[in-house]
């Protein structure tokens, strides 16, 4: 098993920024891809970015590409999501998530319990 706890969300006004952390333990952490949804109240969850195991590869949602940045720290058993230019429409929880396949958002199967962002305009 693994067990994921995010941090590092928040309220922040439109156009700023947020880094969202996610600690990882239980399980060999960079023998594995993992990534970033989140749910926004009233809709389903959906896929935000995901990182390969060696963070070479690194896949987007078109909603986010070019403003979040998702790296990994192996070292420390982490991966981040740094947050620019938010938006209104950026609200919603934020899961951090380990899977198998990076760019096969319905492979990852481990979720931590969420952080709230929140970007007010």
């Known amino acids: 098993q693994v067990q994921l706890v995010e941090s590092g969300g928040g309220l922040v006004q439109a156009g700023g920024s947020l880094r969202l952390s996610c600690a990882a333990s239980?399980?060999?952490?960079?023998?594995?891809?993992m990534g970033w949804f989140r749910q926004a109240p009233g809709k389903e969850r959906e896929f935000v970015a995901a990182?390969?195991?060696?963070?070479?590869?690194?896949y987007y949602a078109d909603s986010v590409k070019g403003r979040f940045i998702i790296s990994r720290d192996n070292a420390k058993n982490t991966v981040y999501l740094q947050m620019n230019s938010l938006k209104p429409e950026d609200t919603a929880v934020y899961y951090c998530?380990?899977?198998?396949?990076?760019?096969?958002?319905?492979?990852?199967?481990?979720w931590g319990q969420g952080t709230q962002v929140t970007v007010s305009s």
């Open positions: 998530a380990s899977g198998s396949v990076y760019y096969r958002p319905d492979t990852f199967n481990y």
């Open positions: 990182i390969s195991r060696s963070g070479l590869s690194i």
């Open positions: 239980g399980r060999t952490f960079s023998s594995y891809p």
